[in-house]
């Protein structure tokens, strides 16, 4: 079970989510333990720069698209690490709010 299977499970019942994610890799844009409001994705359009909770590889992470190529979206830190393509089935939820 990792940090985020709560916030997954009810991103896919359509609800959204509050937390406070803790690490420094989207600092500048998400500081550890400012409250994020996630959105479910559904048909929402994706774009590069939006800040979304996925899984990329087995593992969770609430990070940046960095580039889309067709149906795949790369997905990395603030800090210029790529943590790799996925596609957007494993794209749970879309940061709407950082307070």
């Known amino acids: 079970m990792s940090w985020a299977t709560s916030y997954i499970d009810k991103l896919q019942?359509?609800?959204?989510?509050?937390?406070?994610p803790r690490g420094?890799?989207?600092?500048g844009?998400?500081?550890?333990?400012d409250l994020v409001t996630v959105t479910p994705v559904g048909d929402t359009p994706l774009e590069?720069?939006?800040?979304?909770?996925?899984?990329?590889?087995?593992?969770?992470?609430l990070h940046l698209?960095?580039?889309?190529?067709?149906d795949r979206f790369q997905i990395g830190n603030n800090?210029?690490?790529?943590?790799?393509w996925?596609?957007?089935?494993?794209i749970f939820g879309k940061v709407i709010s950082v307070k």
């Open 13 to 20: 019942k359509g609800e959204t989510c509050q937390f406070c």
């Open 24 to 27: 420094n890799s989207m600092t």
């Open 29 to 33: 844009l998400i500081n550890s333990g």
């Open 48 to 61: 590069i720069g939006d800040i979304v909770l996925c899984k990329v590889k087995g593992a969770d992470y």
């Open 65 to 70: 698209i960095k580039a889309i190529q067709d």
């Open 79 to 84: 800090r210029g690490y790529i943590n790799g």
């Open 86 to 90: 996925t596609n957007k089935s494993k």
